[in-house]
């Protein structure tokens, strides 16, 4: 079992659609969340962090951390081409470090 | 201020080759790391760094040896380039303070021929 689980994708979207991302863990003591975005050929960009249970929001996009069930996910309200992209959960330790998972590739059509 | 950078871009090396990959960041970060990423692939570290000489190794160390002689600057080595180490490279670097976020380089990729 991989530390961190990713949809496989590809997942493709109407423009103006909820995009929905959802990641698992397996590591029952990981402390921090984040979800980062890379453009194809670009470096990988924080777009969200999450460290308690429940929801947080920011503009269009929402991520869910449920620590009980080992599960977080990442919500794309409105969805727009320019959220295409491929989105990396990746998973935290108190010691600074972070397990990647390989992604889920996001189309979003016009 | 730049953030991370990353030297060079682009590199193709022959079989057996060495080079050393720059990275340097100028946010005052103790934290910096070393990823690379395969294609269709998520990031697998290679090596990361708590502070100025202290280094460990990730989860792919081989073939690979660092230095972290300033909080600014990580350089990675290739030591006998082999093509199983044809990839994108990325530096990252966080703060202590910042609960983890990464911030990235804009990466070297890598061919060995």
């Known amino acids: 079992q991989k530390e961190v689980e990713q949809n496989s994708g590809p997942l493709s979207v109407p423009e103006g659609a909820i995009a929905s991302l959802n990641c698992t863990y397996s590591?029952?003591?990981?402390?921090?969340f984040f979800w980062y975005r890379q453009y194809s050929g670009k470096s990988p960009e924080l777009i969200m962090s999450i460290y308690s249970n429940g929801d947080k929001e920011d503009g269009r996009f929402t991520a869910q951390l449920n620590k009980a069930s080992q599960y977080v996910s990442l919500l794309i309200r409105d969805s727009q081409p320019s959220d295409s992209a491929t989105y990396l959960c990746?998973?935290?330790?108190?010691?600074?470090?972070?397990?990647f998972g390989d992604g889920t590739t996001l189309t979003v059509k016009p | 201020n730049a953030g991370v950078t990353q030297t060079p871009k682009f590199r193709i090396l022959k079989i057996g080759q060495s080079m050393t990959l720059q990275c340097t960041q100028d946010?005052?970060?103790?934290?910096m790391y070393w990823y690379r990423q395969d294609p269709g692939m998520g990031l697998k570290l290679i090596y990361y760094?708590?502070?100025?000489?202290?280094?460990d190794k990730g989860e792919v160390p081989n073939g690979y040896n660092v230095s972290r002689s300033t909080t600014e600057d990580f350089p990675l080595r290739l030591e006998l380039a082999a093509p199983s180490q044809t990839s994108v490279y990325f530096c990252a670097s966080s703060s202590i303070t910042g609960g983890g976020e990464q911030f990235f380089g804009p990466g070297t990729r890598l061919t060995v021929l």
């Open positions: 760094s708590v502070g100025a000489g202290i280094t």
């Open positions: 590591d029952r003591v990981s402390q921090s």
């Open positions: 946010m005052n970060h103790n934290y």
């Open positions: 990746a998973v935290g330790n108190n010691a600074g470090k972070s397990t």
